[in-house]
């Protein structure tokens, strides 16, 4: 079996005579694009409104072939220069476009009725979702010339304070055991198997934080300035608000769920507390102890024993999972081995013009690497519901992306647990299981404490890093409660964490909550329904993903969303583990 991925469907490389043939093409469909759209009236009718989008799509098909292939191929060979210059070419491309979609959104946002002109159009009818989103941005949106201002401003304001906290958190020096490394390398020393090495590497890794987080203090404040800013501007009532329209969900979803997480909190430390019993400490859990390694699990997997073992535990869900798993092993969708130039992580990529995926691991043989693979499949399985629908119907918000990787790793994890040969593999397993998901509970509770409390305060104060640092204590001792020592927690979390640094996007922390949550009540619906019941409504509801909001996703397996007893059915599952885990 092959071990690297194969790109021949797409290209043959970008001397390949079709390359320059797409290129070619997709810049001659840009400059029709720019035309039409420059000649268009300000209000459309539905013959014009079936026009632009018509374009859009030639355009979005031809540039995504051309730009999914360059970046499959830099993720595996990161040095290469002429693939970094072809993707600032594709960059370009793009750009010369972008006033261009600018003024189609205005037209397109000025529709009159969708629904009607739905009836008269196959296309509009197809895309009615997608314009009622166009129409709703649009009512957010500033005059062109403050669009514009803003845009530039941006790039000097919070982008470039962003940049700054990346710049910084990726080039600090942290002094360990006599040499210097990087706060990456100093993270992932949590994970070790001795104690001492743990200890010490938080020790080191707080210590470097007070080289740069002064200076990430001021782009932390003045990131959530600008947001509370444009928020206003926009017309939302905070950030928080304007981040709910982005991703397709209601202010009630978001309450109940919350409101499940802080009622069940007592329950989930139960694990944190069990761990640090098992670890030999009273109490509660030092922070550098949350990812030490619990059981023993020490065999290794080749790629056909993965294989074998994939698609023979998801053939009980549905043949089609371990069908198209099946697929990506023999068809060389997958790119598994680590080597120099080759990206970090895992990743699935939808390549929906040949009705495929391609996904990149760096494996290693353990039982995480198969975890990992499970995973990224899902999201394969994702690709493959939304492939047929329209190319600009493929897209989904971050919450509902995590959904059918999530669910996987919950269904392979709950069969070999059951399946474990000695207490030692099931504790390794469980402790595996619960360590992703209370970090994407109880510390996403926590940021998303602590983000609201610096937007709440940040109007009022600069923040120095003092009171950033006594923000981020007091969020965690909500969060975490007794299930950590509260005099080991870790208060510079806020300074390594990019997510708080996005001007696209503030809260950049509930939709994990919501990924694994959602994924864990849906697997416990497919305990009690049955495959047959469950997997038609399953692919239905991932088709829509990209053409409704969540709560109609959710509607779709007949749960509401909005009602927190639904969440807390989710943390239930999920306690149920803990249980488990508890008993050994």
């Not at 197809?126 to 314009?131: I, R, V």
């Not at 055991?177 to 938080?202: H, P, S, W």
């Amino acid at each position: 079996m092959k071990t690297e991925w194969n790109l021949d469907k797409l290209y043959h490389g970008l001397d390949d005579p079709q390359y320059k043939k797409d290129y070619k093409t997709c810049e001659e469909l840009i400059e029709n694009y720019n035309r039409v759209i420059a000649d268009m009236p300000d209000v459309p009718g539905v013959k014009e409104a079936e026009q632009i989008l018509l374009l859009q799509e030639q355009i979005q098909e031809t540039f995504m072939k051309l730009i999914l292939y360059v970046e499959l191929r830099q993720a595996t060979d990161t040095e290469n220069g002429d693939l970094m210059a072809e993707s600032n070419n594709l960059t370009r491309l793009d750009s010369t476009k972008v006033a261009s979609d600018t003024r189609a959104g205005k037209i397109l946002a000025k529709l009159d009725n969708i629904e009607e002109a739905a009836k008269q159009s196959e296309v509009i009818a197809d895309y009615q979702f997608y314009l009622t989103k166009i129409k709703e941005n649009d009512s957010h949106m500033l005059s062109d010339e403050q669009e514009e201002l803003y845009a530039q401003m941006d790039m000097t304001g919070g982008s470039a304070w962003s940049n700054l906290q990346n710049y910084l958190s990726s080039t600090v020096k942290v002094d360990y055991d006599g040499k210097q490394i990087t706060l990456t390398d100093v993270r992932n020393l949590a994970y070790d198997a001795d104690k001492k090495v743990r200890k010490d590497a938080y020790e080191a890794e707080i210590a470097a934080y007070d080289k740069i987080a002064d200076s990430v203090a001021y782009a932390l404040n003045n990131i959530k300035l600008q947001m509370n800013m444009i928020a206003e501007k926009r017309g939302f009532e905070s950030p928080l608000a304007m981040t709910l329209q982005q991703s397709n969900m209601k202010r009630e979803t978001l309450d109940a769920m919350m409101g499940a997480i802080k009622a069940h909190l007592p329950k989930v430390r139960r694990y944190f507390l069990h761990k640090a019993k098992k670890l030999g400490y009273e109490g509660g859990l030092p922070w550098y102890e949350l990812f030490a390694p619990l059981g023993k699990d020490e065999r290794k997997y080749s790629i056909d024993e993965t294989k074998e073992i994939l698609t023979g535990t998801f053939e009980k869900f549905t043949p089609e999972m371990s069908g198209l798993m099946r697929e990506a092993f023999e068809n060389e969708w997958i790119d598994f081995y680590p080597h120099q130039g080759k990206s970090g992580g895992a990743f699935d990529c939808g390549v929906s013009m040949i009705k495929e995926s391609r996904v990149l691991t760096n494996f290693d043989g353990t039982f995480t690497a198969i975890d990992t693979l499970a995973h990224e499949l899902g999201h394969s399985f994702h690709d493959r519901q939304v492939q047929d629908n329209r190319p600009m119907n493929q897209d989904y918000p971050m919450q509902v992306a995590e959904t059918a990787s999530t669910f996987n790793e919950t269904f392979l994890c709950s069969s070999y647990v059951a399946n474990a040969k000695s207490d030692e593999e099931k504790l390794a397993l469980l402790e595996g299981l619960l360590k992703e998901q209370t970090q994407c509970i109880v510390d996403i509770y926590s940021r998303y404490l602590f983000e609201t409390a610096v937007f709440e305060q940040c109007e009022n104060k600069f923040l120095m890093t003092d009171d950033l640092k006594e923000l981020m204590l007091d969020a965690q001792r909500q969060a975490y409660g007794e299930g950590l020592d509260e005099n080991c927690l870790h208060p510079y979390m806020w300074v390594c964490k990019g997510h708080y640094y996005s001007t696209g996007l503030s809260f950049y922390n509930f939709p994990y909550a919501f990924g694994v949550l959602f994924a864990a009540g849906l697997y416990h619906l497919y305990l009690e329904e049955g495959a047959e019941s469950f997997v038609p409504k399953y692919k239905a509801m991932l088709k829509a993903t990209p053409t409704c909001n969540v709560e109609e996703a959710g509607a779709l397996m007949n749960i509401d969303l909005t009602d927190q007893k639904f969440w807390e059915s989710s943390l239930e599952a999920i306690e149920a583990n803990i249980d488990a885990f508890c008993a050994l």
